[in-house]
C-alpha cells in the first residue's frame, strides 16, 4: 500500500504494481455518475483497498466525460486508499484526446474492430510516452 503522504490518483503502472506485491486483484468499476464514484471509492476506503473507476466511451451519452471526469479525479485525489482513474474501451481517437485533455491517467484505446493492419498503424501513431496505454 502506499505511504500515507503519497497521493492517492495514480496510474495504471501502480496500481498494477500494488496488486502484484500485495498478491491480489483489483476491480474496475464503471462509474457513470457522482454517487457511483463516491459509493465505489467509499466502499475501497472501509475495505482499505485500492480501487480502479472507469468511464467508458459507451457512457458519454449519460454524462460526458468533460462533466464525468474532473469529478471522478476530485475523488481520487481526495481518497484514503490509491485510485486509479481509467478511460475504458475509448474507441475514437477524437473521444480518448478528450480523456487525456481532461487529465486521464490511464486510456485504454480500443481499435479491435479495425483490419490487424490498419489497426496497428492507428495504435502506434497513438502511442505517447507521457500516458501509459492499454490498446486492444
Not at 467509499?42 to 483497498?49: C, I, M, S
Not at 464525468?68 to 476530485?74: A, C, E, S, T, V
Not at 480500443?110 to 495504435?123: E, N, Y
Amino acid at each position: 500500500m502506499l505511504q500515507e503522504e503519497e497521493q492517492m490518483l495514480v496510474n495504471m503502472k501502480k496500481i498494477l504494481e500494488i496488486a502484484e506485491a500485495e498478491g491480489y486483484a483489483i476491480p474496475c468499476i464503471n462509474t457513470p455518475n457522482e454517487e457511483t464514484v463516491r459509493a465505489v471509492i467509499g466502499a475501497a476506503e472501509e475495505l482499505n483497498t485500492p480501487i480502479i473507476i472507469d468511464h467508458a466511451q459507451v457512457h458519454d451519452s449519460l454524462i460526458p466525460i468533460e462533466r464525468i471526469g474532473p469529478i471522478m479525479l476530485k475523488y481520487a485525489k481526495e481518497a484514503r486508499v490509491p485510485v486509479c482513474v481509467h478511460l475504458d474501451h475509448g474507441s475514437d481517437y477524437e473521444f480518448v484526446m478528450r480523456a487525456v485533455k481532461v487529465g486521464f491517467p490511464s486510456i485504454m484505446y480500443d481499435c479491435s474492430a479495425l483490419p490487424l493492419k490498419r489497426m496497428l498503424k492507428k495504435l502506434h501513431s497513438s502511442l505517447n510516452s507521457h500516458m501509459l496505454q492499454e490498446s486492444q
